[in-house]
């Protein structure tokens, strides 16, 4: 089984920085996708950016240029770099994964960013 625990979230002013760490623990396919995904009381959850295993990156128009997905695979362990945060950034922030061939879905238990002066 697989379990995700993220850490690193926070309140931060505007134009300040952040970054989310998720450590993934248990057996995980050599095929995957896993993605950071945000949400906001009232919202459905909305994709941030992606890192595939091949190490093919996406991000949400609103983050580009501001945000970095990366994953350390010796620790195991995605990361969210979040540079000049807007007061619209601020959500819950989920760490997932879903392992290929047979979809399964894993997700964190969510961290907090909120970006207010």
């Known amino acids: 089984q697989v379990q995700l625990v993220e850490s690193g979230g926070g309140l931060v002013q505007p134009g300040g920085s952040l970054r989310l760490s998720c450590a993934a623990s248990?057996?995980?396919?050599?095929?995957?996708?896993m993605d950071w995904y945000r949400q906001v009381p009232g919202k459905q959850r909305d994709l941030v950016a992606r890192?595939?295993?091949?190490?093919?990156?996406h991000y949400a128009d609103s983050v580009v240029g501001r945000f970095t997905i990366s994953r350390d695979n010796a620790k195991n362990t995605l990361y969210l770099q979040m540079n000049s945060l807007k007061p619209e950034d601020t959500a819950v922030y989920y760490c997932?994964?879903?392992?290929?061939?047979?979809?399964?879905?894993?997700w964190g238990q969510g961290t907090q960013v909120t970006v207010s002066s």
């Open positions: 997932h994964l879903l392992t290929l061939p047979t979809p399964r879905h894993y």
């Open positions: 890192i595939t295993s091949d190490n093919n990156t």
């Open positions: 248990g057996r995980i396919s050599s095929s995957y996708f």
